[in-house]
């Protein structure tokens, strides 16, 4: 069983940055693939970025590319996700994921999912 619980989520100005962590319980995070979802009011959940398990090989939305920046310590069971010149339009709950599986992740399926955490950026 691995609970995930992020934070780092806040209010910040147009061209500003976050940096959202995800902390896992259990000892079996080392072997999951890790992502970042965001939904947005009324809109679908969308994929945002994912890792693998040994943090060799990154994803990103196109959305994101060259702005957010994943990454993970296996050591301390931590995932985060630098982001970087932020738009309103990033503007939603982000949400942390875990898969075996990085294609099953970017696919939207997960294993455990975290509660979420709001970030907001103002224009």
């Known amino acids: 069983q691995v609970q995930l619980v992020e934070s780092g989520g806040g209010l910040v100005q147009a061209g500003g940055s976050l940096r959202l962590s995800c902390a896992a319980s259990g000892r079996t995070f080392s072997r999951y693939t890790m992502g970042w979802f965001r939904q947005a009011p009324g809109k679908e959940r969308e994929f945002v970025s994912a890792?693998?398990?040994?943090?060799?090989?990154?994803y990103y939305a196109d959305s994101v590319k060259g702005r957010f920046t994943i990454s993970r310590d296996n050591a301390k069971n931590t995932v985060y996700l630098q982001m970087n010149s932020l738009k309103p339009e990033d503007t939603a709950v982000y949400y942390c994921?875990?898969?075996?599986?990085?294609?099953?992740?970017?696919?939207?399926?997960?294993?455990?999912w975290g509660q979420g955490t709001q970030v907001t950026v103002s224009s």
């Open positions: 890792i693998g398990s040994l943090g060799l090989n990154t």
């Open positions: 994921a875990a898969h075996p599986s990085v294609a099953a992740l970017r696919r939207g399926e997960y294993d455990y």
